[in-house]
């Protein structure tokens, strides 16, 4: 399953060589010359480390992370195991490793993860800002989800956004030769497209991904919040209404009529069925035609979340690595991290991604990878626009709370089946009060 | 072959009059042996007793009665991960009964588990009827109808969300193809269709369990008690009403009840299909509890969702369980 | 039980075809799976080809289930945790079944139901507390987490069964060999055990295939790779978050039952016997 091995090497060693002089640059301001060196401290003989993580949407990126890790672990003189589970079984097994103390060393946090589990979680203060006095400043989402009160919990690792994949060829054919700037312009595309019965998807039921995709970045958009910065529920106003409409005839005019029964995957499937002409996902649509439906990959490219009367917004969650304050090996997991995330180590992995994930600092903007596929540019400049659950609001334990009740999702599947817009804002506001109590 | 040998007694001991063998007289005959002093204590019932019990008590204390009670603590605090936490009464239970969804949930949990234990009942016992007969392949088929029962749920349940899947769903297929359709259903897209699709699964999966049991207890029947039945003039119908029901009725019972506490407590089932959606309308207990307490990381609060649901397991229990010793 | 019937069209309407639509409802899915295991991915993505058939059909998903993951190892896992915690189950069950069948005590009935209430606690609330109890004993992320937890449901189950199975079998006969001289546990062991295999078989049936199935736990306590049983592993490592491997999924899911299956039917015979005894619980 590896995926092209050697592609784009070239350029890669070139842009090694630059990020190399760079690390060199750095050390003195910290990096430890051992890990400049490419060299990992040596720890006890016998120290373990295990690390837990999700199982990549990109089967490449899953391979080369345990190829890092088994080197790291012959540098260092450490044994690494890795455990890759998909995401939605994190939580369990972080909530019980926390609660019985025990587990892995290091456990990757998935968008606002650290704000939930930070008292579990050791500070990693320190190599968090060497990276971010190496690279340049974190994006800010990357920073929100990572930082609880003031300190560290994680070491942000990467955003993974989503952008629209849509048919080049259909929208020319509805007569857009570009992928429309704003809603309102999507959404005179999309009425011409679902004529010609190639409506566009968008899930709408109780998946993690997809669906809080749209009801956040369309509510945000539309000048929308759920909360204001002080944590006040502020959902009921005329900008959510505004999208509320906005995205029920968006629905009755662009859209495929399956989105409510759909979850993350249905999205993917239908595209590449060609059933739909365009939908909000990561990369995963893209990689999966380019092996698999070449034909569909060459007529497919990539468009921004468009721009509403609020501006341009992507829900980005980000994603980190975090150590548990119950593991004995604190010190082995902060160098790893620190190894994993030095320029040689991370260029190799976000080539393996091959666009899939971003850099978390806009250093990684210039990874040649992005000039090999313009298709894959969006992907990049969306990290700019990105906001995480709450916003702009802390990423709060009270921002994931009305995240797993769907409160926002729900609000617009209930206006979407027929509930007055009105009546879904307000309902959605009984409920956000609820859940920010 | 051991069924062989014990099948006649057991036709003996299911007919009460037919007991042949005599009663002892005395337990045990003084000066007859002379048991070693550990061999004399486990002749006295409650120590032999104690000691019998004593693996299954220290398991079921070791694994459930410590963890279960501190599940209860759990449900009266406001633990969240990570952190101790304090009493609060019946805090978490208040906030349950104001909150829409645990509502929706408690109403659900009801309602997929009633109508689907019907469901499985009456399919099962339709099965177990069918299966009595005797035709070729018999063993196989018998066999067969254990499948669904045997896979493993999250990955049987992948299966069906395939077949439920709004774009490739094989129902939709056939259905337009036989002209029956014109435009593909939704299965999980609608409240009510996504509530009757999970009953549907949870049907199949839990009928083998009916239909083989109930069939065992089919084959307890005495033939004679149907031949005398029917020489009284009795149709099908009449005798499997008045005949073969009251003399498997414990057994349904008895089958009624596992399976019931187990759709209750379900949760694979609904996590995978639909995870609750859409829009809350599919949430049970145990899938609600699940995102409370895991993604929302308030344990406090999801245990208290959870143990929601003991007090009515209770009184099913309790009432089923007085229910079958009255009719023993 | 013997029933008559008219004519072959009646047997045909009350008979045939209402058992051949049952067996076709329950054997659909599989054959479903079937398909979907060996339909390769570009047939498996496009609405227009008819679903039910192949003409391609390909071994691939299966190569890719035992290249990609660690397919044997954990069908060895679950093989070996279902084998010992019904193993485990059984024990307790038969004694204490017997124990609460047989022998008059104070707290019989109590703690008969006492067993029982355990069944009903949601594994939901208990798994992060019995997490704990894990971590005490040190078995975390060993087979044992989950082979000393299961009883936990496994028993409950166990015990009951064989109880109303004991009540079926005659006391006299046991009684008999006790006047003979035999002590009270010889009688248990060597008189009415043997007449209850029939309901052990039955009892261990249903426990193994609950272990087999079961999910949360495994999916808590054991975490390494290598450790994992085959509805977590297949489960967690071939959905990856939005693209379902569905060849291999389905693939997984066919190798993961139909060995059980057979070695089921081999035991079906057995099994409606031994329920058979349950009934006069």
């Known amino acids: 399953m590896a995926m092209h091995e050697g592609q784009g090497s070239i350029e890669r060693r070139a842009f090694l060589r630059v990020a190399g002089a760079a690390t060199g640059a750095a050390v003195t301001g910290g990096i430890p010359a051992i890990v400049g060196a490419q060299k990992a401290p040596s ?24 190829r890092l890790a088994a080197e790291f672990g012959k540098l260092a003189g450490v044994d690494v195991t890795v455990d890759q589970i998909n995401m939605n079984d994190l939580n369990p097994r972080i909530t019980s490793a926390i609660e019985t103390k025990a587990g892995p060393d290091i456990i990757m946090m998935i968008s606002n993860w650290p704000h939930l589990y930070a008292d579990g979680l050791a500070d990693v203060d320190d190599v968090a800002e060497e990276i971010a006095q190496r690279d340049g400043a974190y994006y800010e989402h990357n920073k929100k989800v990572s930082v609880v009160g003031n300190r560290w919990k994680a070491v942000p690792l990467c955003s993974v956004p989503s952008t629209w994949a849509y048919r080049e060829d259909w929208f020319k054919e509805a007569g857009a030769g570009k992928w429309p700037d704003t809603w309102d312009e999507l959404r005179k595309v999309g009425i011409e497209l679902k004529k010609k019965n190639r409506p566009m998807g968008q899930a709408f039921g109780h998946s993690l991904g997809d669906p809080n995709n749209w009801a956040y970045s ?7 919040a759920e909360v204001d ?8 106003s005329k900008e959510t209404l505004e999208a509320v409409k906005f ?8 859209l495929d009529e399956g989105g409510l029964a759909w979850d993350d995957s249905s999205n993917n499937r239908a595209y590449l069925a060609g ?14 035609a380019k092996r698999q439906f070449p034909d569909i990959a060459k007529v497919t490219n990539h468009g921004h979340m468009p721009k509403g009367p609020g501006g341009r917004f992507y829900s980005i969650g980000g994603q980190g690595r975090a150590i548990m304050k119950y593991s004995k090996n604190q010190q082995a997991a902060k160098e790893f991290l620190r190894w994993f995330m030095d320029r040689p180590q991370y260029d190799k992995w976000m080539a393996a991604n091959d666009g899939y994930v971003v850099g978390p600092t806009p250093y990684w903007e210039k990874h040649p990878l992005w000039e090999r596929d313009p298709k894959l540019v969006p992907f990049k400049e969306a990290s700019k626009f990105g906001r995480w659950p709450g916003y702009p609001g802390a990423p709060s334990r009270k921002a994931s709370e009305a995240l797993v009740k769907y409160i926002l999702v729900d609000m617009y599947a209930q206006a979407i089946k027929g509930m007055k817009p009105e009546d879904a804002v307000k309902w959605a506001e009984g409920e956000l009060k609820k859940a920010y109590a | 072959m051991a069924d062989q040998r014990i099948e006649p ?4 001991s299911a007919r009460p009059t037919a007991v042949a063998i005599p009663a002892p007289v005395a337990v045990s005959v003084p000066g007859f042996r002379r048991p070693r002093r550990l061999g004399q204590l486990l002749e006295r019932q409650d120590i032999l007793a104690v000691v019998l019990l004593a693996p299954t008590l220290t398991i079921l204390t070791l694994f ?21 936490g304090a009493f609060v009464g019946l805090e978490n239970f208040r906030v349950n009964l104001n909150d829409s969804i645990f509502l929706r949930a408690f109403q659900n949990t009801f309602v997929y588990t009633f109508i689907a234990t019907a469901l499985k009942l009456a399919l099962g016992m339709l099965a177990a009827l069918l299966l009595n007969h005797h035709f070729r392949f018999k063993r196989i088929v018998r066999a067969s109808m254990l499948l669904p029962w045997i896979v ?3 990955l049987s349940t992948l299966a069906w969300q395939w077949m439920f899947d709004a774009t490739f769903s094989v129902f939709n297929w056939m259905l337009m193809n036989a002209g029956l359709i014109s435009k593909r259903i939704l299965w999980l897209g609608d409240g009510t269709l996504a509530m009757g699709c999970l009953i549907a699964v949870n049907v199949w999966r839990g009928m083998p369990f009916f239909a083989i049991t109930l069939l065992a207890g089919l084959q307890t029947v005495n033939p004679d008690l149907h031949e005398a039945a029917e020489i009284d003039g009795a149709n099908a119908w009449q005798r499997y009403w008045r005949v073969t029901l009251p003399l498997i009725k414990p057994i349904m019972l008895v089958v009624v009840l596992f399976s019931m506490i187990a759709t209750f407590a379900d949760f694979q089932l609904i996590y995978v299909l639909t995870r609750g959606g859409p829009y809350s309308s599919t949430h049970v207990f145990g899938t609600y509890a699940y995102e409370i307490a895991m993604r929302a990381a308030k344990l406090g609060q999801g245990a208290s969702i959870s143990l929601s649901l003991f007090p009515f397991l209770l009184a099913v229990i309790v009432f089923q369980l007085w229910y079958i010793r009255r009719s023993d | 039980m013997a029933v008559r019937y008219g004519s072959p069209l009646k047997r045909a309407a009350t008979f045939y075809v209402p058992l051949g639509l049952m067996v076709g409802a329950t054997l659909f899915p599989f054959y479903w799976m079937v398909i979907t295991s060996v339909r390769p991915d570009n047939e498996l993505y496009n609405v227009q080809m008819n679903p039910f058939f192949t003409l391609h059909p390909t071994f691939k998903h299966f190569q890719d289930l035992f290249a990609l993951t660690m397919f044997a190892r954990w069908a060895w896992n679950t093989i070996f945790i279902a084998t010992v915690s019904t193993g485990i189950s059984l024990f307790c069950g038969l004694l204490a079944g017997y124990a609460l069948a047989r022998l008059e005590f104070r707290w019989a009935a109590p703690l008969g139901t006492l067993i029982f209430v355990t069944y009903l606690v949601p594994p939901t609330l208990l798994f992060i507390p019995l997490g704990d109890v894990v971590q005490t004993f040190g078995i975390g992320d060993t087979p044992w987490a989950v082979i000393l937890t299961y009883p936990t449901f496994l028993i409950p189950f166990c015990t009951w069964l064989l109880m109303g199975y004991f009540k079926t079998i005659p006391r006299e006969i046991e009684d008999c060999a006790r006047i003979d001289g035999a002590s009270r546990i010889q009688a248990m062991i060597r008189i009415t055990f043997p007449l209850a295999v029939p309901g052990i078989l039955s009892a261990g049936i249903f426990a193994f295939t609950l272990s087999w199935n079961e999910f949360l736990y495994a999916l808590v306590f054991l975490s390494s790779p290598q450790q994992k049983t085959i509805p977590i592993g297949v489960f967690t490592e071939l959905v990856r978050g939005d693209v379902f491997y569905w060849g291999p999924l389905m693939a997984g899911a066919l190798l993961g039952s139909i060995p059980v299956a057979l070695v089921y039917s081999f035991f079906v015979e057995h099994y409606v016997t031994a329920l058979t005894g349950a009934v006069k619980g």
């Open chain 1, 43 to 66: 720890f006890p003989k016998g120290t373990k480390l295990s690390i837990l993580e999700w199982v990549s949407f990109v089967p490449a990126s899953d391979v080369e992370f345990k």
């Open chain 1, 218 to 224: 369309v509510t945000w958009g539309f000048g929308g």
């Open chain 1, 229 to 236: 910065q002080s944590g006040k529920v502020v959902i009921n």
């Open chain 1, 247 to 254: 995205t029920v005839a968006f629905w009755k005019d662009c």
């Open chain 1, 275 to 288: 059933t739909i002409s365009a939908t909000i996902n990561g990369a995963s649509i893209y990689f999966v």
């Open chain 2, 9 to 12: 007694i057991l036709a003996e």
């Open chain 2, 64 to 84: 459930i009665a410590y963890p279960f009670v501190l599940g209860i603590w759990l449900a009266v605090s406001d633990k969240v991960v990570g952190r101790p």
């Open chain 2, 152 to 154: 493993p749920t999250v």
